[in-house]
Structure formats: structure tokens, C-alpha cells
């Protein structure tokens, strides 16, 4: 048997008339950027959120940047980050100017755990970028009582969870600006790179329809040194068609989830499954599990044909680009732990129990 880390064959083929339907209408408009495509997505994914304004941009790290540009956090200020993340989630702090200051998570969710965030605040932290890793929504009301008593923005990185929910409110609409990513791979993606952000603020929504197109408000006058960061008509048109499908294709990500649960739990300690916190939702954007054999369990899931990934190998304090930070080995001891013995295994919509027997047989021989 073979099978691969991720594949759209579950997603794509079973809707390819509606997306080639949503090719041809962008082809015969002949407008490529800045449309009706857009203006209906943004609504469309605002609407699934609950919150009044969405803004499509060029891609995920872009949205992470604008929305803390629209904040006004620039040189000199100071961001709560976790130290378990994607380097995404820093980069967009250190792209404005401003520092990331990390925060370890907790070992059972590997979200950041709020009860190490108030110790990391200082007079120069201006905002808390709540990460909802592996599709699992962060404790966001205890985030959020945070935020208030010491009067921080939250800026959430959602990229990995649309659809989740916490204490039955979506991600995306807790932060004061959210930012998202439609890279192919995610639980909503698009044929390419795109991104979007929400906010339930007008003036912010407004702010960032300028920065991500030059500035400008009317064509060829620009209010301020902005970007160039548009979401295509190509992508905003796939990504309409898709996002209907987004909740149905969360259902078989846990369903996936749940299967390997039942037939990986006989493994006890040898094996740490994913698990869920008491108000958060999971939308299973990854299947992590843990095992002090990852390296050797990697091995010889790759010889029985099974693809994993590593989420992630090297936590961003350890990597050469933040070199400049001064973090050593031990800095942020539980982030290390979880990049040296986590380890993703398949899970998309498609992926049969057929597959997940094979992988999970795999797992415990790999395991032996
Ligand atoms: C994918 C991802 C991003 C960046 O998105 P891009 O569209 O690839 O720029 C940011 N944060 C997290 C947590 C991600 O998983």
C-alpha cells in the first residue's frame, strides 16, 4: 500500500466541474484582481465567521504582517508568540519592526498555555498572537482576559484551523484582527497561495484594504507606504467554491481522527495521541503524535510506503535565522521536547479506514 502525507483526490475530483466552472467565469470576466470574485468571497468567509469584515491578501505570513501593521506594532514593541509554532507566526513580528517574545505551551494541547503569558508581558508588549496549532483552538478565554487587564491586542494566526471553535465561537473572530492562510495544504485552501484576515472593527478593515494594495484607496492616490498583497479573482473564485465543502471536510478530518485514536490507544505510553481541550475544538489540520522512537518510527513507516512529516524539527528560538535572539538548546525546553518526538501521520478527507488499519498496523510494528 501506498500512501502519501496529503492528497486532494477526497476533495477536489468529487467538485472539479464547480471549480472549473469558477476558472471559466474569472477567464470570461476578464478581470483578474480586485473584483466581484473577491468582494463575494470576503463576505462569503466573513459571513462563516460570524464577524463583519474579512480582507483577502496575497498569503498567510502577508495577512500575519498586515494585521499587525493595521495595529500600528512596529520597532520597538514587543509580541507574545508561542515557542511552539510555525515560523510564520515570528517572522510577521520581526517583519514589522517589532520583537517576538515566546512563550512555551502546554504538553498535553501544544497550544501556548495562558499561565505562562503573564509572566513574559512587559511595558513594551503590545499584543498576544494566539496560534491554533494543528487545528485545535487556544484557551482564548483566558487569552482574553489577559488581553483586557493589561490592554493588549489579540492577533490570532488561523491558518491552521478554520472551522474550529472555542467555547462554540469560531477562530478568527476572538482576535482584534485574524489572520489566515489558504496555502494548498490547509483545511481551506486555494490552487496557490492566498491568505485573508477578520475583524469586526470598520476602521481596521478599511486600513487594511489600503495596505495591502499600495497604500492607496483610489487608484493612483496612496495614504500611506503600503503593499502589494491581493488575492486573486482566480483564487477568491476556488475558494467560494470550496468553502461550503470546509465544515463537511473538518467532519472527516475527525472522523479520521477518532479512527486512529481507537486503534492506536492500545499503545499507552509508547504512543501520545492528540487530545482535546475541555471548550476547544479540533479541526485536525495535523495528526501529531509522540514518541520518544519518532526518528526510527519515521524510518520504517517510509519502507511500508506510509508518508509523515514532522511539525516541526527544529522550533523557530534554535533556527539560524533567529540566531541574533541568543537562544540556546534548553531555552524553551518543552517546544525542543515536541520537535524531537512528534510526528504527523496522513489525514485529509479521502484517506479510507482501509488506509488508516494499514498505517495504524505499521505504526505498532514500527513500534516493536
Ligand atoms: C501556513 C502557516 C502560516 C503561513 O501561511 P502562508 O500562506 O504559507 O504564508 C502561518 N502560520 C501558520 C501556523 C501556518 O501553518
Redesign the pocket.
Known amino acids: 500500500m501506498k500512501i502519501p502525507f496529503l492528497s486532494f483526490d477526497g476533495m477536489h475530483p468529487p467538485i472539479a466541474g464547480d471549480l472549473q466552472a469558477a476558472m471559466a467565469r474569472v477567464l470570461a470576466s476578464n478581470w483578474f484582481i480586485m473584483g466581484q470574485e473577491l468582494k463575494a468571497f470576503e463576505a462569503q468567509y466573513a459571513d462563516y465567521h460570524n464577524i463583519a469584515h474579512c480582507v483577502g491578501v496575497g498569503?498567510?505570513?502577508e495577512a500575519?504582517q498586515l494585521s499587525l501593521r493595521a495595529l500600528n506594532i512596529g520597532a520597538g514593541d514587543e509580541v507574545i508568540v508561542p515557542s511552539n509554532?510555525?515560523i510564520?507566526?515570528w517572522l510577521a513580528v520581526s517583519q514589522v519592526g517589532a520583537h517576538p517574545v515566546p512563550v512555551e505551551p502546554d504538553f498535553a494541547t501544544y497550544n501556548i498555555d495562558y499561565k505562562n503569558i503573564e509572566q513574559a508581558i512587559t511595558s513594551r508588549t503590545k499584543a498576544i498572537m494566539p496560534?491554533h496549532?494543528y487545528g485545535q483552538a487556544c484557551e482564548m478565554s483566558a487569552i482574553k482576559a489577559i488581553a483586557e487587564k493589561y490592554n493588549l491586542f489579540i492577533v490570532e494566526?488561523n491558518?491552521?484551523a478554520q472551522g474550529a471553535t472555542f467555547d462554540g465561537l469560531k477562530t478568527g473572530a476572538w482576535g482584534d484582527v485574524n489572520a489566515t492562510?489558504f496555502?494548498p495544504g490547509?483545511n481551506l485552501g486555494a490552487l496557490g497561495?492566498a491568505?485573508a484576515i477578520t475583524t469586526a472593527n470598520a476602521e481596521i478593515a478599511k486600513r487594511l484594504q489600503m495596505l495591502r494594495n499600495y497604500g492607496s484607496e483610489k487608484k493612483y492616490y496612496n495614504e500611506e507606504k503600503g503593499f502589494n498583497s491581493r488575492l486573486d479573482e482566480l483564487q477568491a473564485a476556488i475558494l467560494s467554491t470550496k468553502l461550503p465543502l470546509l465544515d463537511k471536510w473538518n467532519q472527516a478530518r475527525q472522523a479520521i481522527a477518532q479512527a486512529y485514536d481507537e486503534r492506536l490507544s492500545h499503545l499507552g505510553e509508547q504512543l501520545i495521541l492528540p487530545k482535546i481541550a475541555e471548550k476547544s475544538s479540533h479541526v485536525f489540520h495535523l495528526y501529531v503524535v509522540r514518541t520518544a522512537q519518532r526518528d526510527t518510527l519515521q524510518t520504517s513507516l517510509n519502507t511500508a510506503g506510509i508518508g509523515t512529516l514532522i511539525h516541526y524539527p527544529l522550533p523557530p528560538h534554535l533556527q539560524n535565522a533567529y540566531k541574533e535572539l541568543g537562544y540556546q538548546k534548553g531555552d524553551f525546553p518543552i517546544a525542543e521536547t515536541l520537535a524531537d518526538t512528534s510526528l504527523s501521520l496522513p489525514i485529509y478527507p479521502g484517506l479510507t479506514i482501509d488506509a488508516i488499519d494499514y498505517i495504524c498496523e505499521r505504526v505498532a510494528d514500527g513500534l516493536k
Open positions: 498569503n498567510g505570513l500575519l509554532t510555525y510564520a507566526s496560534v496549532l494566526d491558518a491552521q492562510s496555502y490547509k497561495d491568505g
